[in-house]
């Protein structure tokens, strides 16, 4: 059971491009979420979903876009990726108890 | 919305002596306190939550405490041993209860000497 799984684990892109970070759950918990990690700020939320269709943003929500068409998968797409957006992107699953399961983050630099 | 703060941003001790970590959080009406554990280069992890209908919880070596009046709860490590040292998250629920994600602390280094 993977449970939920990141990919790609690491991506070099230029400034500019779209890139698409991927998300996928196994256990069919309601309650998805992309967080980003950076040195000095700890972990701050991009955007969560409660259900399919349904998504909001969170503190940090400028220059990317989620959809959720189904209820295992939360993509999170950089429109045209800044080289402030190099990071570490965790996504996270929650059954609305509060804990959070997080993937293995994926680390993308943006040059 | 919640702003959680977090000290110290590294923390070093002798191993086998205590760790305190302390959080102070801003929304009363947050209910829900968990604390992640985070090692180099891993995805975090839980290692002890509380809710704000308890005053102190215990796993082993590892305690939270909650003042839910002063609005700030502690992590309390005992006995520290070396794979203790890593990155420590805390968290707090915000208005959502969950649901709208947690709110985390910027993160203390914790180094264990030996």
């Known amino acids: 059971d993977a449970g939920i799984t990141q990919s790609p684990r690491y991506k070099i892109t230029e400034t500019g491009r779209q890139v698409t970070l991927m998300c996928h759950q196994t256990?069919?918990?309601?309650?998805m979420f992309w967080y980003r990690q950076d040195l000095g700020h700890g972990l701050r939320l991009i955007y969560y979903?409660?259900?399919?269709?349904?998504?909001d943003k969170g503190e940090v929500p400028d220059g990317y876009v989620v959809s959720r068409s189904k209820t295992e998968n939360f993509p999170l797409t950089l429109e045209s990726a800044t080289r402030s957006q190099t990071s570490v992107y965790f996504c996270?699953?929650?059954?609305?108890?509060?804990?959070?399961?997080f993937g293995e983050g994926s680390r993308l630099t943006v040059l | 919305g919640e702003n959680v703060e977090q000290h110290p941003s590294t923390l070093s001790v002798q191993e086998g002596d205590s760790a305190v970590i302390k959080c102070t959080y801003s929304d009363s009406a947050s209910n829900y306190f968990p604390w992640y554990k985070q090692e180099l280069g891993k995805r975090p992890q839980l290692i002890i939550d509380i809710r704000s209908n308890v005053g102190e919880k215990k796993d082993q070596r590892i305690a939270v405490t909650l003042n839910k009046t002063a609005k700030h709860f502690s992590l309390h490590i005992t006995e520290t041993q070396p794979e203790d040292s890593a990155v420590y998250f805390c968290a707090a629920s915000g208005l959502g209860g969950g649901a709208d994600g947690l709110t985390f602390g910027k993160g203390t280094h914790l180094i264990i000497q030996p």
């Open positions: 256990w069919s918990h309601s309650y």
């Open positions: 996270a699953t929650s059954r609305n108890t509060g804990e959070l399961f």
């Open positions: 979903s409660a259900a399919a269709d349904i998504t």
